[in-house]
């Protein structure tokens, strides 16, 4: 495993930071360059991820040189599709066919923009889309919405990774992909080269999955094209500094994912509400860093010998030694 994870951050762990509570926000907001230039004085970080919105009064070349500037590499760039209320009844799955083609047409800006910051990667988080009530929707119709509209989206850009991000809830009762499964389904069923899935590890966690678990399944496929990493305690998206809640699950996640076929970002995606976000993204890198050296030194062999036999308290008390003897 002498591959070593590439690290970066969410531009909105360091930007404003509100809840439905405190509508103004628990620190001022800060400019985009702002932001920027706080990601590269974070040891570690060597990307950033931004959405669409974070481009207010800026062109792309402009933001592409505050990149350059402070070193950094621009990893996603991901389209607001779901902090806009003209898609409060969902975007690809809107029964309104002007609606679902506004929300197509942004996304695909969103791909233009990416180019021009030679960005790599796309993600696309459609949080309005699914459903509050029973019998509100025909489900049927929601998801071959769907599924035209990414299949629409999705070969725009055969040179981008376009990856979907699932979620269980929030800001809808039930999102449209609750579940690693249900997103793979809609992968699947897309039936792109370029069209893969975000692991985020706080919405595994929400969807009461072994994050673990799910790597190993959106892997399995090909499919694991992007990867968010943050903490939680499983009963809501709480966007935790990340190695702060569940650290045996947070080392067996950083276990699989070096074995794993993936080679891209592994980016912070935390709300740091009321804590300094300079200083919480800079311990969470270190964590995640701290877990990789841990993991480099468990054997593979032994580890594999033993889940052979399911002997769960011979693998705890070998992670024992290895972690916590000192």
Known sequence: MAKQLRLGVGLWCVSFASDRFVGGGYRPMRSLEEQIKM????????SFDLHTSDFTGLSPREVQKMASDSGLKINAVNPNIFGDP?????AF???DPKI???????VKQSFDIARELKANVSSLWPGQDGFDYYFQCDYDELWDNTISSMREIV????????CYEYKPKEPRMFSL?????KALL????VNRKNFGCVLDYGHALFAHENPSESLRLFDRAGKLFNVHFNDAYGNWDDDLMAGSVNIWSN????????QSSYDGYVTLDMFPFREEPFEACGLALRMIRSFEAIVETLDIATIRDIQKRNDAAAVMEYLRKKVLVR
């Open 39 to 46: 990601v590269a004085r974070i040891e570690g970080a060597e």
């Open 86 to 90: 003209v898609f409060k009844y969902g």
């Open 93 to 95: 799955s809107n029964t």
């Open 100 to 106: 679902r083609r506004k929300a197509i047409d942004l």
């Open 155 to 162: 070969d725009y850009a055969p040179d981008l990774k376009i």
């Open 177 to 181: 992909a609750g579940t690693a499964a």
């Open 186 to 189: 809609i992968v699947n069923e």
């Open 251 to 258: 080392l067996e996640f950083f276990w699989y994912l070096k």
